[in-house]
Structure formats: C-alpha cells, structure tokens
T-cell receptor
Framework: AQKITQTQPGMFVQEKEAVTLDCTYD???????LFWYKQPSSGEMIFLIY??????QNATEGRYSLNFQKARKSANLVISASQLGDSAMYFC????????????FGQGTRLTINP | DTEVTQTPKHLVMGMTNKKSLKCEQH?????MYWYKQKAKKPPELMFV???????INESVPSRFSPECPNSSLLNLHLHALQPEDSALYLC??????????FGPGTRLTVL
C-alpha cells in the first residue's frame, strides 16, 4: 500500500521568497515515482516535477526542484523566487513506475503568495 | 498537441437522468484515467484503461460506467446518480510509467 503525508494544510509566503512544501511517503514498492501537481482554483491539475526512486540526482524544472531524501522517505518541493501566480493547491503523489499508474495523492497544501 | 480535453465543463443532472462525460487526448498515450475529486480533497482514482482495456476499477458503483472506444477517447456514462456524486471529474492520460497529464475537469452537480 502507498501513502502520502503532507503536514502543511496552508502556507503563506511573501512574493519573491523561496518556499518548501513538505511531503513524506510510505510505499512497499521497490520502484516508485514521486510527483508534484499544482491545482489552481480553476481545477486543472498541472504536472510540475517527477522523481524516480532510483534517480541519483534531485529533479529540477525551472523554478521547481524536488529535495529527495530516500532514507527519510521525503520528497519536498522547493519553489524559488515565488510569484503571485504560484498561489494554488499543491499535491504530492506517488505511484508504481511500471505500466498504468495508480496515483495516490496527499491531502494537499494550499499555498498563498502575498504581494 | 500536449492537451487533454474534457466536455462538458459543467453538468447539472437529475437523479433519473443519463449523461456522459467525454475525454480526448492526441498525445499517443496508451493509459487513460478517471478521477473523482470532492471539494477540499485530493483526487481519487476511479478507473484506469491501459491499451483500451479496463485494468483498474476502484470498486466504483455501477451507476458509473466507463468506456474506451479507441486509444484517444475515454467516456464516463452516468445513470441514476445520487447528490453525493456531485464533484469535479478529472480525466488524465500517460505513457507507461510517465507523468499523468490532466484535463480541466467536468464539474458535476446532481440534483
């Protein structure tokens, strides 16, 4: 069974500051993927970044980076130089990495960027 | 084309109605998914189609009936729904082992 825990229901950050959203996971799969999605108020889930369990380096995508600490089972999302448009709900998720995936999401963190 | 489209955007239906939600992707993805998302909750997986065959059914009530007519299309047929089925229904697609791309969703209200 897989489980994602996001312990921060809400976060408030000043524009241009960096922000870290916490995510811990639990899985019995030997190979797995970790994902972060952004969901604005419009409802669409936007893929941000992916980390495979066997990847040696932390994933980065523009202003997004994933701080992957396998021994601690954590996969925190770091957003550098936050912008007003970053205000949204953020979900961490995990799945197996073979075949069709069953994504399991955490409860999410609502991020608000203040001007 | 890196887009998943869903129609309609909004749907209001009575408990005796029959309606369908539609999802389409042209990215050549061979896996397609339906999720249900209640307000202030994460999405919950309902169905997975892999190579046009149903591979996962998360014990969804039979009033929800999925259909995959071809590799680009995914439908969700709705019949005799309950008010508690009101939610955002999200469709997604992916290549094997890759990230899922989501559509904008259909906001369903059952009266």
């Amino acid at each position: 069974a897989q489980k994602i825990t996001q312990t921060q229901p809400g976060m408030f950050v000043q524009e241009k500051e960096a922000v870290t959203l916490d995510c811990t996971y639990d899985t019995s799969d030997p190979s797995y993927g970790l994902f972060w999605y952004k969901q604005p108020s419009s409802g669409e889930m936007i893929f941000l970044i992916y980390q495979g369990s066997y990847d040696q380096q932390n994933a980065t995508e523009g202003r997004y980076s994933l701080n992957f600490q396998k021994a601690r089972k954590s996969a925190n999302l770091v957003i550098s130089a936050s912008q007003l448009g970053d205000s949204a709900m953020y979900f961490c998720a995990t799945s197996t990495i073979q075949g069709a995936q069953k994504l399991v999401f955490g409860q999410g963190t609502r991020l608000t960027i203040n001007p | 084309d890196t887009e998943v489209t869903q129609t309609p955007k909004h749907l209001v239906m009575g408990m005796t109605n029959k309606k369908s939600l539609k999802c389409e992707q042209h990215m050549g993805h061979r896996a397609m998914y339906w999720y249900k998302q209640k307000a202030k909750k994460p999405p919950e997986l309902m169905f997975v189609y892999s190579y046009e065959k149903l591979s996962i059914n998360e014990s969804v009530p039979s009033r929800f009936s999925p259909e995959c007519p071809n590799s680009s299309l995914l439908n969700l047929h709705l019949h005799a729904l309950q008010p508690e089925d009101s939610a955002l229904y999200l469709c997604a697609s992916s290549q094997d082992g890759q990230e899922q791309f989501f559509g904008p969703g259909t906001r369903l209200t059952v009266l």
